[in-house]
């Protein structure tokens, strides 16, 4: 019974394509100390859908700077078009920040901590997805914590960069077309995120 199982289950990875999650995890550095971790997920589904995770821990103690910060992520795709997407952001205990988007069928319902808009442009390609494909060469990426788009720069080769509507620099650096690090340059450091070993 077990070697049967494991047939049908070949047969079905086989024929569908289905080889389980993706998986990317990060370090988090700041002043050169490991603070937290990233963790980021990429699940094709048989039907086309692709769902996408992302979660992030930290906690970092320097004279002047002391915070824990957590942060969550949830994105479904279909046919390369985002059908919805979730954030939240939790600092010393407290929301912070949230934003919830959805395609309706004719345009995107945003709701978020900076109020409620709408808006019709396609988008394919955002902060989260481009972790798992640097082959894209695109002018525009959505923010999805803020629920905006920014636009792109490669600087050279394997480098991509923008700023995002809240002031941040963002620099993913790619190896095999998925981001190995990034650099997060916020107002009181920069922030590295390096692929765990």
Known sequence: MYKYGLCVMFLFSA????SGPETLSYDIIVFNTTVGKMVITHDKQPDGTDLYNLVTSSKAKFLWLNKTNDSQYQLIYKAGKL???TFKE???GELKRWCNIK???VK?????YKGKRTFTDNISVSTITAYFDGSKKINRIFYESEGDFANIEYPEPGTMEFKTSDGHKSIYHYINNKVNNTE?????ATVYMTLSK
Do not use: P, Q
């Open 90 to 92: 939790i600092e010393n």
């Open 83 to 85: 059908i919805s997407s």
């Open 108 to 112: 995107y319902l945003v709701d978020g």
């Open 15 to 18: 024929l569908y394509g289905f």
């Open 184 to 188: 997060f340059k916020l107002s009181f």
């Open 103 to 105: 395609w309706d069928g």
